[in-house]
């Protein structure tokens, strides 16, 4: 694979303003959000059938943040998703209990569970008023199904079956090679996941900590079901995770060896590993499903390279524990698709790119820590065994599960900005006298200038600026009286008086116009 620059005279034409390398729920995201913006797109997937048996349920079932909810809800999507509307815990197990019902499990942390009777949502009401949720959970099939319907309604072309093996960038523009095809775009972003092409053929630095375990998801037939308990386990030697009849999780420290030997799994190498690990002698008699994956941890030291971007697992990979990974890339397509947009229609400050990358590295730097921290207090040694008891103590207090649940929901997650203090953060989705809600102005992705006091200054400056401008009265204010919002809902000046127009012109100034006011 080859990345130099190429002559300008040997390029193909332009056809897209964007080509996505991954047909998952990030690229899907990122191309609803071009998209959106009325930018051109392509996805090259290499997968001809997207449904795979892993994406369903149970195995397929994962967590959705805080974030990702307000990003989904914002763009009308977060109707569309029906799993958590039917079921409130697809992992738990049926039981006979007399009485009131036993609290419900929110989450985990290393395998301890916290619940939701012992979370203090009240700590988190000064960021959250109106939220449409802290977390939920849906299938990876399902919301890869939801984010297909829209891409298409938007135009998006997806080309199945075609992976990108190669690129060339020039300074107008990216040609990239997908098989016996060429296509050439303004700009190219790797999607693809762990192994990410984009990434490798794009020469960007792929830093972290290597493996300490092998983790399997599988599915079997026993002939002794009854002597493996369901739920989570954690042993003298690992930790296994029974979430449904037969439906296995199962962590064996071997530093990753058998996940990068690329031996096949056999019914014979699952039966010798859950009989390790449980210290049972079960027996299997039927292996239907089996995948393996590491607790390796990396991130690229770079997200852009000339005309070429990351996003998702492409950027960054480390263990699905608390089931982090697909939170974070979907939150890398919401903040990096308006930026992008901007620059293709000439709209962006010369900055502007550049924000993705300090935005957004560190809060996948942080998941990283989170993972890794995991780990450390799950292997099966003295030490670590002393920490997660210890650790077991503190989530079973109040504001320790408050703590851990805000961390893995995305509570707190914000871009630090000058200014006001919530400058930086999610708009809350203010409910208006009128009956009105603040996501439903957000669905066509603009900007936005709130104003709750209808201030005859702040209304002329929109309109010059050519900015959404929404006033009214509404409940629960959080005290401030207007707000400029950025496309992702994130609110980059905030005024507890408006007469506050200098502070305004600074930030309008860095975010749309190009100037580097606010960095000085």
Request: one cysteine or more; glycine letters at 12%; proline letters at 6%.
């Amino acid at each position: 694979m080859n990345t130099t620059l190429e002559n300008r005279e040997s390029a193909p034409p332009v056809n897209y303003d964007v080509i996505i390398s991954g047909g998952g729920p990030v690229g899907l995201f990122l191309a609803c959000e071009l998209a959106l913006a009325k930018c051109s797109v392509l996805i090259l997937e290499k997968s001809e059938d997207p449904h795979s048996p892993l994406k369903q349920f149970p195995f397929g079932i994962r967590g959705l943040s805080a974030p990702t909810i307000e990003a989904l809800y914002r763009r009308g999507l977060l109707e569309e998703l029906e799993l958590h509307k039917r079921v409130k815990n697809p992992h738990a197990m049926p039981a006979v209990t007399q009485g009131p019902p036993p609290p419900r499990q929110a989450g985990h942390f290393a395998g301890i569970s916290f619940y939701e009777n012992n979370i203090d949502t009240a700590q988190w009401q000064h960021v959250l008023p109106g939220s449409p949720g802290t977390h939920l959970l849906t299938e990876m099939r399902e919301l890869e199904t939801v984010l297909t319907r829209r891409v298409l309604a938007l135009g998006v072309e997806i080309r199945r079956g075609q992976a990108v093996t190669g690129f060339r960038q020039t300074a107008g523009g990216v040609t990239v090679q997908a098989g016996d095809q060429s296509f050439r775009s303004k700009w190219l972003v790797g999607c693809d996941g762990s192994r990410s092409v984009v990434r490798k053929a794009g020469g960007f630095d792929f830093a972290g900590t290597e493996p300490e375990f092998t983790g399997y998801s599988v599915q079997v037939d026993m002939a002794d079901p009854e002597k493996l308990r369901p739920g989570r386990n954690l042993t003298p030697t690992g930790l296994y995770l029974q979430s449904q009849p037969g439906y296995f999780g199962i962590q064996d420290f071997d530093g990753g060896t058998f996940h990068q030997s690329g031996q096949p799994i056999t019914l014979a190498h699952v039966q010798s590993v859950l009989r390790r690990i449980s210290g049972t002698d079960v027996t299997l008699t039927a292996l239907h499903m089996a995948t393996t994956w590491t607790d390796r941890a990396r991130q690229a030291t770079a997200y852009r390279n000339g005309r070429v971007l990351l996003a998702g697992d492409a950027a960054h990979i480390h263990s699905p524990l608390g089931g982090q990974g697909l939170n974070l890339g979907l939150g890398d397509a919401m903040n990096l698709g308006w930026k992008l947009a901007a620059a293709i229609q000439g709209r962006a400050p010369e900055g502007l790119l550049d924000t993705y990358y300090t935005e957004r590295h560190p809060i996948g730097a942080q998941v990283l820590e989170w993972s890794r921290a995991q780990v450390a207090i799950m292997k099966p040694e003295r030490g670590a065994r002393a920490m997660y008891a210890i650790m077991q103590d503190l989530v079973n207090t109040r504001d320790g599960a408050t703590y851990i649940a805000g961390r893995i929901w995305g509570v707190f997650t914000h871009y630090p900005m000058e200014g006001h203090p919530l400058a930086g953060h999610s708009v809350p989705d203010f409910a208006f006298e009128d009956g009105a809600r603040m996501g439903a102005f957000m669905r066509d992705g603009q900007w936005i200038l709130l104003d709750f006091d209808e201030n005859a200054a702040l209304k002329t400056w929109a309109q010059d600026e050519g900015i959404r401008y929404i006033t009214g009265p509404a409940e629960d204010r959080l005290g401030i009286s207007a707000a400029l919002i950025r496309p992702d809902g994130i609110m980059v000046w905030v005024a507890d008086s408006t007469q506050d127009m200098s502070g305004l012109r600074l930030a309008a100034a860095y975010w749309l116009a190009g100037t580097e006011l606010l960095a000085q």
